[in-house]
């Protein structure tokens, strides 16, 4: 196995270099965000608002976290499911996001937004929170506090797994099953 | 009578919240590393390294498998002549709350389903209470994560369907859930009552341990048949490919109507969590 390794923030030389199938490597910075931030970041962007966090070239993470045991940077991390925020990605994508971290398979349009604005997608090892919990290094709260789990974290991470899904041509990953 | 103290079920609660959600279920353990030793490919060996090594973490350090602590679902079989000192299921969601909260788990749970305006809570769980003949309390809680749940379904078939068109439908369910459902799976089949009972028959189907055929040799060929088709579809540990797309198959049955013939399909990601207590 080849892992490469990926730094953030994301650029379109290094999103280009990466083809479907890929195993990477991550460290840098992932925000996380899942349906009740998507909705309130698009109803913020649609309002023509300021976002609580500049997004352009920063990698979305789909994902709730359980609270942190004393001394741990965060608690179970895995992914959620990315289909959920299928409508709000390329909305997304259009205003600056270019990687997005999650579990599952994407609609026709968001594989579309992809190509159309470099973004990427990767999947990460779904169900298994305990085991990506020990490649966060720190995380606080960037926006919307109120949401508990569902807040938006920034998160560091050191040499997180990922796989490419759909890479910057819109290839899906080969044993992704299509719809 | 016998009587149980309201303690000793709020205590009992908690603990199964901490246990089903930090270890995972050793029939699971068991299946994966079988998977394991059968997988060819690489990345489908990978993903389930790295399920059966989460678990080994999650129980080193009391994280929880999986971020999705579930919607805690509480089977309670309680005897006859057993006298509960207050109402069951106010007991057992104290102790949901207290056991989710003091284990670092992730309160899910949405009071106001359509406007979705309260801050997420622990509780309160989905409790099935069955009355049975006894001086016992058994308790399950199955912390049912979304992922999986959001690929439940229910069909009301004709009594003269054919067989194969049950299969169909749930290897076409099994397909649709595809990556995002978590596989391996565990495919709970409930098949007769009624449409509610089915769904709940589904479910129940997964707290039987994964090696055990039905009893019913017709039941248990459907299972089989059911799991060879399935682990045809490529779908893989994770969606990445390769044979493991489902570990098990638990079907179900109970008697229905002449007119009719319910079939629910319940799925459970690889993350199958369920403990159960006797009191």
């Known amino acids: 196995m080849i892992m490469k390794k990926l730094d953030g923030p994301l650029t379109d030389k290094a999103i280009i270099s990466l083809r479907s199938g890929d195993e990477v490597a991550y460290s840098g910075v992932m925000y996380t965000a899942r349906d009740q931030a998507h909705k309130r970041l698009a109803d913020l962007i649609k309002k023509g608002k300021k976002l609580p966090v500049d997004l352009r070239g920063q990698i979305m993470y789909y994902c709730g976290p359980t609270p942190a045991r004393p001394g741990n940077a965060i608690g179970s991390c895995g992914p959620t499911t990315a289909g959920r925020m299928d409508a709000f990605a390329p909305l997304l994508l259009k205003h600056g996001v270019q990687g997005m971290v999650a579990k599952g398979e994407r609609s026709n349009e968001v594989r579309k937004a992809i190509t159309q604005y470099h973004g990427i997608y990767f999947v990460t090892y779904a169900g298994c929170g305990a085991l990506l919990q020990g490649f966060v290094k720190s995380s606080r709260v960037a926006a919307f506090p109120e949401l508990g789990a569902e807040a938006i974290y920034e998160l560091r991470v050191e040499n997180f797994p990922l796989v490419v899904a759909i890479d910057a041509r819109g290839k899906l990953m080969k044993t992704t099953a299509e719809e | ?279």
């Open chain 2, 1 to 279: 009578m016998r009587k149980i103290s309201a303690h000793t079920i709020y205590e009992a609660t908690k603990a199964l919240a901490y246990k089903a959600n930090i270890y995972l279920r050793p029939d699971m353990v068991r299946a994966l590393r079988q998977a394991l030793s059968r997988e060819r490919s690489g990345k489908a060996r990978r993903a389930l390294q790295a399920i059966i090594d989460n678990a080994a973490k999650a129980r080193q350090e009391k994280i929880a498998l999986c971020q999705d602590t579930g919607l805690p679902v509480v089977f309670a079989e309680i005897g006859h002549e057993v006298l509960c000192e207050q109402p069951l299921a106010e007991v057992i969601n104290a102790g949901v709350m207290d056991g989710y909260r003091a284990a670092y788990l992730r309160a899910s749970i949405q009071a106001d389903p359509l406007g979705r305006t309260a801050k997420p809570a622990y509780a309160p769980a989905v409790v099935h209470v069955d009355i049975v003949r006894g001086r016992r309390l058994k308790m399950t809680l199955l912390p049912k994560g979304f992922g999986s749940e959001n690929k439940a379904r229910v069909m009301m078939f004709n009594p003269t369907v054919e067989q194969k068109l049950i299969e169909d439908f749930v290897v076409e369910a099994v397909r649709a859930a595809g990556a995002a459902a978590c596989p391996p799976f565990i495919i709970g089949i409930g098949i007769g009552g009624t449409q509610d009972s089915a769904g709940l028959l589904a479910k129940k189907a997964l707290l039987r341990d994964m090696r055990s055929a039905s009893p019913k040799p017709d039941v248990a060929l459907l299972e089989k048949r059911v799991l060879e088709r399935v682990n045809k579809l490529g779908i893989g540990p994770m969606g990445l490919g390769g044979h493991t797309t489902a570990l098990a198959v638990l079907a179900q049955t109970a008697p229905t109507h002449i007119a009719g013939m319910p079939v629910a399909v319940n799925i459970s990601c690889h993350a199958l969590r369920s403990a159960s207590v006797t009191i």
